[in-house]
């Protein structure tokens, strides 16, 4: 099994920042890359950031410049800054671990972010 266990979500006014966290143990074997994905009320599941095993990132259109993915590779955790919000990121932010013939997901945490 593996566990990922996130932290750092919370209630922001537009504007404001956030980091949150997700550290994953367990069957940790060779992780091909992490990500952070959002699903608002009403919607579908989104790619937000995602940080490969060679440090390549990307983002979805709607967060570049303004949320940053980094990891700490030793402690197998992911990292997502989130400056200059907006009540559109409001949404139940996932982590996920995407290893060879396996994708895990963390529970969510959720942020909301008030006009």
């Known amino acids: 099994q593996v566990q990922l266990v996130e932290s750092g979500g919370g209630l922001v006014q537009a504007g404001g920042s956030l980091r949150l966290s997700c550290a994953a143990s367990g069957m940790i074997f060779s992780i091909n890359a992490m990500a952070w994905y959002r699903q608002a009320p009403g919607k579908q599941r989104e790619l937000v950031a995602r940080?490969?095993?060679?440090?390549?990132?990307d983002y979805a259109g709607s967060v570049k410049g303004r949320f940053t993915i980094s990891r700490d590779v030793a402690k197998n955790t992911v990292f997502l800054r989130m400056n200059d919000l907006k009540p559109e990121d409001t949404a139940v932010y996932y982590c996920n671990v995407a290893q060879n013939r396996r994708s895990d997901w963390g529970q969510g945490t959720q942020v909301t972010v008030s006009s």
């Open positions: 940080i490969t095993s060679n440090g390549i990132t």
